[in-house]
């Protein structure tokens, strides 16, 4: 079996993952560590939850030289703000172990803590477009001695409208960087950027999200509108920590204090809340302190949480490609998942184009959260929960379908 250390990863960057207890590379890793190590530019592709930080993080980290002040040397670019803390936070002890700082800049939060993080000798800069292309134009940072360059996720930043502005920042750093370029696939918008930024790249394929569902367990259940939040709660409790998926920012409010008050622990993430209440809820639901994330779409293009137990569609998709995005949240690295979408008798015609178009069988069932228990697992009792997640002594009553409290 492979491991790290025959990958070329040293020592002291061992001793860290030891800690973590990162014993094993996963399929992307084993497949594009060494060549990153070499100082090769690398094409990765890899479904969401494969290991891709630690893919390009690795050697970034080994390779990264020391920074001047608002000069990095290493640039990671990523799609959303939760997405860019993430990478951070997964860094930032490999790169003190080598005596490199790893800052992240990303809009919704003020300018000068970015400022001051740049002008302390920021190493590394993980950065979401929109707010990097500021400080440049500001003059708070200057990208010409960057070396190492990452573009994480690429074909969300092709869906959200970022490439323009990638490439723009691209062009500014130094012409003789290693470029590492990772997505869910890559084709066209994606293919462009490997054309023009990248050199002879060792191409990795490991997986694709774009066309297949995810390894998870998924259920279409026919509700009615009213009794979907009921549904919802029985989810949760069933399955344990949920990700809950609506439309607009309203219904996720709405959701989330419904859940609130029947005694599910929620919070809510959306494009209206500030940084810092994003943040705080992805954090508690991270750590298993809250039961359920009711989110976005677009808000949840960052969501990346290990041990997501379900997805729940409290309102169906638009096309196939957010199903499976939405979907991919949960059944990560390999592990089990849960993922049901709640479908109104006059929606199962556009769902029923969804399951056809990710190959799942056009089927819709009765709600049954008996029908949840898998072999070795009895229901309420969820294996990939976090130990850290609240007992059931410690949540409020739960309320009845018929409004008694049990």
Same mark, same amino acid.
């Given at each position: ?220 259940? %026919? !509700? #009615?509108?009213?009794?979907?939040? /009921?549904?919802? @709660?029985?989810? &949760?409790?069933?399955? =344990?920590?949920?990700? $809950? ?43 298993? %302190? !809250? #039961?359920?994330?009711?989110?976005? /779409?677009?808000? @949840?293009?960052? &969501?990346?949480?290990? =041990?997501?137990?379900? $997805? ?95």
């Amino acid at each position: 079996m492979t491991t790290f250390a025959d990958l070329g990863v040293s020592g002291e960057l061992l001793t860290i993952l030891s800690e973590r207890d990162i014993t094993t590379p996963f399929p992307i890793q084993a497949a594009a560590i060494a060549d990153g190590l070499a100082g090769r530019d690398v094409c990765g592709q890899a479904p969401t939850g494969s290991g891709k930080t630690l893919a390009f993080g690795l050697p970034l980290i080994a390779r990264v030289g020391a920074a001047t002040s608002g000069r990095p040397r290493a640039l990671i670019l990523a799609p959303t703000r939760e997405l860019a803390e993430q990478i951070k936070q997964e860094l930032v002890p490999l790169a003190r172990a080598r005596g490199r700082w790893v800052t992240a800049i990303y809009g919704g939060v003020g300018y000068e803590a970015q400022r001051r993080a740049l002008r302390n000798r920021a190493d590394v800069v993980v950065a979401c477009p929109g707010r990097l292309a500021d400080l440049v134009r500001e003059g708070s940072i200057n990208l010409s001695a960057v070396d190492l360059v990452v573009v994480d996720e690429a074909d969300r930043m092709a869906d959200m409208g970022f490439l323009p502005e990638v490439r723009r920042l691209l062009d500014m750093t130094s012409p003789r960087r290693q470029t590492w370029l990772f997505s869910a696939t890559l084709d066209r918008d994606v293919a462009v950027l490997t054309r023009d930024y990248q050199t002879n790249p060792a191409i990795h394929e490991v997986g694709d999200d774009k066309d297949r569902p995810s390894e998870a367990r998924h259920l279409f259940w %026919t !509700v #009615e509108h009213h009794d979907r939040l /009921d549904h919802t @709660a029985d989810l &949760i409790e069933a399955a =344990g920590s949920s990700i $809950v998926f609506c439309r607009t920012r309203h219904g996720v409010d709405k959701v989330t204090r419904r859940l609130t008050q029947t005694g599910i622990s929620a919070e809510a993430i959306h494009g209206g809340r500030s940084q810092g209440q994003r943040q705080r809820a992805l954090t508690a639901f991270s750590r298993g %302190t !809250v #039961e359920a994330l009711v989110a976005t /779409d677009v808000a @949840a293009r960052g &969501i990346h949480v290990v =041990g997501v137990a379900a $997805v729940i569609h409290f309102d169906p998709t638009e096309d196939a490609k957010t199903y499976l995005h939405r979907s991919g949240r949960t059944a990560r690295a390999g592990a089990d998942g849960l993922v049901v979408s709640l479908v109104t008798a006059d929606q199962e015609w556009h769902v029923g184009t969804i399951q056809r178009s990710v190959g799942l069988a056009s089927r819709f069932d009765t709600p049954s959260v008996t029908t949840l228990a898998t072999a070795g697992q009895r229901v309420g009792t969820p294996t990939l929960v976090s130990s850290s997640r609240r007992s059931d002594n410690n949540r409020g009553p739960r309320r009845s379908r018929s409004g008694r409290r049990r």
